[in-house]
């Protein structure tokens, strides 16, 4: 079932993914929060369909009415906690070498801390550290 959410115009556009962060301090007096804040912190979505009807924004200076599903985000865990259906604990955790190939899933950079629920198991990544990790698709919990 898809949200309705505002999101900046330059970024509607449908197939575009994005992670929802929470809002900012400049949100706090907007009449029109409750369109934006209506997500998960920490979720991933995707824009299914754009509307056309469009509002003034102090971040952007123009958001438009579009509609997001849910969908699962990429990232590295240790081999033990990959497990589908499995409820885990997702931390910040950042690695240092950044010229990694797996580099973008192993640091949580985007990721809010927090629980999360394994939907799928992916392959073993080679982690230049030593860890045993495993590419997962998750969803927040």
């Known amino acids: ?21 929470g809002p900012t301090p400049e949100c706090k007096t907007c ?7 209506s ?3 920490g979720q991933r979505y995707r824009i299914a ?8 924004c102090k971040l952007h200076e123009n958001v438009v009415v579009v509609e997001v ?3 699962p985000s990429r990232t590295a865990v240790e081999s033990r906690h990959a ?5 885990i604990t997702l931390e910040e955790r950042r690695c240092r070498n950044i010229g990694c190939e797996h580099h973008q899933f192993c640091s949580h950079a985007f990721f809010i801390p927090g629980k999360y629920r394994v939907i799928e198991v992916g392959e073993g990544l ?8 495993k ?3 998750v969803e927040r919990a």
């Open 1 to 21: 079932m898809a949200l309705v959410t505002l999101v900046s115009s330059n970024l509607a556009r449908e197939g575009y993914e994005f992670i929802y962060t």
């Open 31 to 37: 009449k029109i929060k409750n369109a934006c804040m």
């Open 39 to 41: 997500l998960e912190p």
């Open 49 to 56: 369909r754009t509307r056309d009807i469009s509002h003034d």
């Open 69 to 71: 599903d849910k969908v």
């Open 83 to 87: 497990s589908e259906n499995t409820i």
């Open 126 to 133: 080679r982690c230049h550290r030593g860890m045993d990790l």
């Open 135 to 137: 590419a997962v698709l």
